[in-house]
């Protein structure tokens, strides 16, 4: 027997409980919502429901915001906060550097969309990267085709390759 009682947070199983505070709930879920960009842009700008929980969760509201403003030092800032209390939450704790690092992947892709050229020290430093981990990184996503581009390792900048 297995029942979810979402309105007191309590989830219980055959002969044992588990509670757990509905905060650890919801950062879970809208760190979660962040990798998958596309769909949680409509829930948490468009949902009157969702801006209101959101609001009393300060840090993951700033997280959102500045993830889908592109202010991705300032979003890896709060999650490096977030990371700080992880080891006392026993839900967060194990999927979080999973989360963090497709989180760090998807936002190193969306950083270059926009541009015909990018300083990889500006964006190591966005980043709070080294310029080889960086170059690594990037070369790994022209690889594997996350991004359309070609590296100058010389003069040390991203250039977008245009499709014909």
């Known amino acids: 027997m297995c029942t979810c009682n979402y309105g ?40 009157d429901d969702f801006q209101s929980y959101l609001g009393s969760v300060i840090e993951v509201r700033e997280l959102i915001s500045d993830f889908y403003s592109g202010r991705f030092r300032s ?31 998807r936002a190193v892709v969306l950083y270059v969309q926009p541009f015909a050229s990018v300083d990889l020290q500006m964006m190591a430093n966005v980043f709070s990267t080294t310029i080889e981990a960086l170059e690594k990184k990037l070369i790994s996503f022209i690889n594997t085709n996350q991004i359309k581009a070609k590296i100058d390792s010389a003069d040390k900048v991203l250039y977008a390759r245009k499709d014909d």
């Open 8 to 47: 007191t947070n309590r989830v219980e199983g055959n002969n044992f409980s588990i509670f757990f505070l509905s905060s650890n709930y919801f950062t879970l879920h809208k760190i979660y919502l962040i990798k998958s960009f596309s769909h949680w842009q409509t829930l948490v700008l468009e949902n």
């Open 75 to 105: 979003c890896f800032e709060h999650l490096n906060h977030l990371r700080e209390w992880l080891p006392f939450d026993r839900f967060l704790y194990d999927q979080f550097e999973t989360l963090y690092d497709q989180i760090r992947n």
